[in-house]
């Protein structure tokens, strides 16, 4: 029985178009530069993650994002008689560090910082109890006698109130937008804790608007015929994924020319509008090679670390 681990990211790609699934998953080849966008959400996360370990008392030393800021120095014990103070200078000096490995721009940097205190001075009295954050796990999506799916997942925060527990995601951004419940990421939350309910937590950088507008809880429900629509539908597409990596199907590596300008647009389209001979030159102009993704690296880090 062959194995295969995917995660919503992949689900996401596959569904688009092949030939870009195969550019970022297979090739792992990506643009040169990250996106300002990109950084800007993992400094915010980083920043959270560490508010809310120290918040919650649930710092694992061997977490990434821990052991780095052991090694480089710092320290947790606290001289001040106000805990939340501790935890937000601490959870800023952080993110000073992490910035360091980030291209961001000082003024991007300070922003991301602003919002942060806005946010948790906006939730200082948050009625949700952390229960786990960044925490990762894997279940099985389809098991056949040829083919078993792993599907694997990461998850910013799991949280309880009252009776309901849910997992969260934060999301990062300078613009207003609607969120959908029709999401992988979402709905593989749901179905892979067992949970009905998944949390968006939107942190926006909208200078114009009042905190209660740039921060908002987006609670999604999701009764169990949905998550068994989503498991088939995402078993589909896994499926599609497994051909794709075993790169013996003569109609795999297809393009799908509806999706090169959704989203503002591919990052691979400057490869696809070059001739088929012309495409391995841009690629070595304007793309690097990185190490391939892989969803299940972070869960084998994690159980060696438990």
């Known amino acids: 029985m062959k194995t295969i681990t995917l995660d919503s990211t992949i689900l996401n790609t596959v569904s688009l178009c092949e030939r870009r699934t195969h550019y970022q998953f297979i090739d792992a080849i990506s643009p040169s530069i990250k996106g300002e966008a990109l950084e800007r959400g993992d400094l915010m996360h980083k920043m959270l993650e560490v508010y809310e370990s120290l918040r919650c008392n649930l710092v694992d030393m061997n977490n990434a994002t821990w052991k780095s800021l052991i090694e480089s120095g710092f320290e947790l014990n606290s001289d001040t008689p106000d805990p939340q103070e501790f935890h937000k200078n601490y959870a800023i000096s952080a993110a000073r560090y992490f910035a360091t490995k980030m291209d961001l721009p000082p003024d991007e940097i300070e922003e991301v910082i602003f919002q942060f205190e806005e946010y948790i001075e906006y939730y200082k009295y948050d009625p949700w109890d952390t229960l786990a954050l960044e925490s990762v796990g894997s279940k099985v999506l389809f098991e056949s006698e040829e083919l078993k799916v792993l599907y694997t997942f990461k998850i910013d925060r799991l949280a309880k109130r009252d009776q309901i527990i849910a997992p969260w995601d934060y999301k990062t951004s300078k613009r207003r937008s609607e969120t959908s419940s029709l999401s992988n990421q979402f709905i593989g939350y749901a179905w892979a804790t067992d949970s009905n309910y998944v949390i968006v937590d939107k942190i926006g ?50 393009m799908n ?40 690296k972070e869960l084998e880090e994690h159980a060696e670390h438990p």
Do not use: H
């Open 205 to 254: 950088f909208q200078k114009s608007l009042k905190p209660s507008e740039r921060f908002q809880r987006i609670f999604l429900s999701y009764d169990e015929e949905r998550i068994a629509e989503w498991q088939l539908n995402a078993t589909k597409w896994a499926i599609v994924y497994a051909r794709l990596l075993e790169g013996t199907d003569p109609l795999s590596n297809s």
């Open 257 to 296: 020319l509806t999706s090169c300008d959704k989203f503002g647009g591919c990052i691979y389209r400057p490869i696809c509008e070059k001739a088929p001979s012309a495409r391995e030159w841009i690629i070595s102009r304007d793309y690097v090679q990185g190490e391939r993704w892989d969803p299940a």
